[in-house]
């Protein structure tokens, strides 16, 4: 029974919806890709 | 190689056999070999992940990437995740659901038995081959740099990795996971803090930044749109993306690490996970590249990293032209190590007079070395002039300080033995459920399908360790085995994305799809100058579209044949 609970429960450990954490992964893309893009344009 | 770094070589690199083999010798059955008995949890499998797609070529070449094109390779991760988050809503969810031990069983589910077998048939060519060449390309580096023997390094690597990964399967591999990627975050680390230090002594950090965007190493973006480069943001994102999804939505070696977790949550958190963190871990990795460029600004680099090739045409027929280039490569560094001194005491880093003289002699230091190269291949015409490779272990063998040398070669011996351990798994994975299980034997007890699983991990084992061994005779040969993933990757990336999204299309019209999609993708690789980015996106959406076109006409030609 505990088994079974562990395999289906889908609740993200953090943040409470995956909604959020996938809104967070794609913010830290773009926030690198803003980075990179001054980074390349200061330095070169 | 001194006592103390064979001593820290040995000694982490045989803790981790000995772990793997300690904490995993008891497994039982066929869901612990094969899933490590869906046990581990979303750290374990982003670590998993992570490992397993860092191979000890990739750590070995990419910082010698940056140091020759610059750091726009990390370009090629921007679709990683979009990627991940595609598969934690689409792929994660029917794998758990179905409970299946590999990616090519669904294919079944969803569509019928060819399906399946055409899935796992192209991965087992593929990933076969790919293994050998895991354990060759970094004993060929390491039998140059350091003159170890390299048939005694295939084999005794090979060797160790058979033996933990036959042992334990699914759990030794997840288990030796986490240890490798410690030692080969912490090699990273070591050699980024390093270098900054070695550099500390000649100038700042920033100016080092500066030196190596002025000479064109800091090009980490480009947003323009050109179809012939390479690596551009365009085809990162899009071709990247598609790529990724292949990668880690239907190859076994990495789907097998999520199928490994103990629910859907904690596949999904590894895949997410690896998503934040992979493309930050690229960019360190090759900006270590760029610093090392600053390095051999100031310490004069080989004109050719290659020791063994350079020491073949020294005592060859062209030993007095290589000299005379040497000594002229020399008095362009020279030159340029000044300008640099000058342009750094005058704070004037970011000056273009001083930007334009150093290009122009990197450019005159590059002619000489296009020239080097001329003569190692008049001298040998079977050499391989691309030393990229070597850039990187040049700098840890000849300036790291003592047990760091021995670190860092540890490190990138984990990263070989982790990618391939995982290959291995999967490959054994894919042989047992998809074929033997489902064509050959389909009574067995799960004690005799748990020795035939451990027979096909030796056997695949064995086979990786032939081909690395003759994989110097076969040099066309490897670059085919790097150029098939993106041969094939888009055409089973359309099967199972036509399998997620789509409910009427049947397994005959797939299958045609999946063989005229990759006909066109093989006409494009011959007959086309389109890069290989892009064969993912071409083979995917014409296995999507071609399916849809003819899913009506074959559908009905079945009903027909049905009413008759």
């Not at chain 2, 899935?119 to 970094?138: D, K, M, N, W």
């Not at chain 2, 288990?175 to 390093?194: D, N, S, V, Y």
Request: glycine content about 6%; aromatic content about 14%; hydrophobic content about 50%.
């Amino acid at each position: 029974m505990h088994d079974k609970k562990n395999r289906t429960d889908d609740s993200p450990p953090l943040f409470g919806s995956w909604k959020i954490i996938y809104s967070l992964v794609i913010i830290e893309l773009i926030i690198l890709i803003t980075l990179f893009f001054i980074l390349t344009k200061v330095f070169s | 190689m001194s006592t103390i770094d064979w001593i820290v070589l040995c000694g982490f690199t045989g803790f981790i056999v000995f772990f793997g083999i300690w904490k995993t010798h008891k497994t039982k059955n066929t869901d612990e070999y094969l899933r490590a008995g869906k046990t581990s949890s979303w750290w374990v499998v982003a670590l998993s992940i992570m490992a397993t797609q860092a191979s000890a070529i990739t750590f070995l070449s990419t910082p010698g990437q940056a140091y020759v094109d610059g750091m726009r390779f990390v370009q090629f991760y921007i679709g990683l995740p979009i990627a991940m988050i595609i598969l934690s809503i689409t792929a994660v969810p029917v794998y758990s659901k179905l409970n299946v031990f590999t990616a090519y069983e669904y294919l079944e589910i969803r569509f019928d038995l060819k399906n399946r077998i055409l899935g796992s048939v192209l991965f087992l060519t593929q990933r076969g081959l790919a293994a050998g060449f895991t354990i060759y390309a970094p004993a060929l580096i390491l039998s140059v740099i350091l003159g170890w023997n390299i048939h005694t390094t295939i084999i005794l690597m090979g060797l160790l990795v058979i033996l933990y990964t036959t042992i334990g399967g699914s759990s030794a591999v997840n288990k030796t996971h986490i240890l490798q990627m410690i030692i080969i975050t912490a090699g990273m680390f070591t050699a980024f803090f390093m270098i900054i230090a070695f550099l500390s002594k000649e100038i700042s950090f920033i100016d080092a930044a500066h030196i190596a965007g002025k000479m064109g190493k800091l090009n980490v973006i480009d947003f323009s749109f050109n179809l012939s480069d390479r690596y551009t943001f365009w085809s990162g994102l899009i071709g990247g993306t598609f790529l990724m999804l292949s990668y880690f939505g239907t190859d076994q070696s990495q789907v097998a690490r999520y199928l490994a977790a103990r629910n859907i949550t904690q596949s999904r958190m590894g895949l997410l996970v690896n998503g934040l963190v992979k493309v930050p871990m690229q960019f360190v990795i090759l900006f270590i590249g760029a610093m090392v460029f600053v390095f051999f600004q100031f310490v004069t680099p080989p004109l050719f990293f290659n020791p063994v090739e350079t020491k073949n045409v020294k005592s060859g027929n062209f030993s007095e032209q290589y000299i005379a280039l040497e000594q002229e490569y020399g008095m362009l560094h020279l030159e340029k190590k000044n300008i640099i001194s000058e342009m750094v005491n005058n704070n004037s880093v970011s000056e273009i007079s001083y930007q334009k003289k150093l290009l122009e002699l990197e450019q005159k230091g590059n002619q000489v070395r296009d020239e080097a190269k001329l003569l190692i291949k008049k001298n040998n015409p079977s050499a391989d002039l691309n030393d990229t490779n070597y850039i990187f272990i040049t700098y840890i063998v000849n300036y790291l300080p003592l047990g760091l040398i021995g670190l860092l070669l540890a490190a990138i011996l984990a990263a070989s033995m982790s990618s391939t351990s995982a290959e291995l798994n999967s490959l054994s994975s894919t042989t047992m459920v998809d074929i033997y299980k489902r064509l050959i034997n389909k009574n067995g007890t799960d004690e005799h399908y748990l020795k035939f699983s451990k027979l096909a991990t030796v056997g695949w084992g064995f086979y990786a360790i032939i081909f690395a061994l003759f994989a110097n005779e076969l040099g066309s040969l490897i670059e085919a085995v790097n150029i098939l993933g993106s041969l094939v990757y888009g055409t089973i990336l359309g099967i199972f994305l036509t399998a997620f999204y789509t409910k009427k299309i049947t397994g005959h019209s797939v299958f045609f799809a999946a063989i005229i999609s990759e006909l066109v993708v093989l006409y494009s690789y011959f007959f086309t100058d389109i890069p290989f980015l892009w064969y993912n996106v071409i083979g995917c959406i014409l296995v999507f579209l071609i399916s849809s076109l003819i899913n009506p006409v074959i559908t009905a030609k079945t009903k027909s044949k049905t009413i008759r």
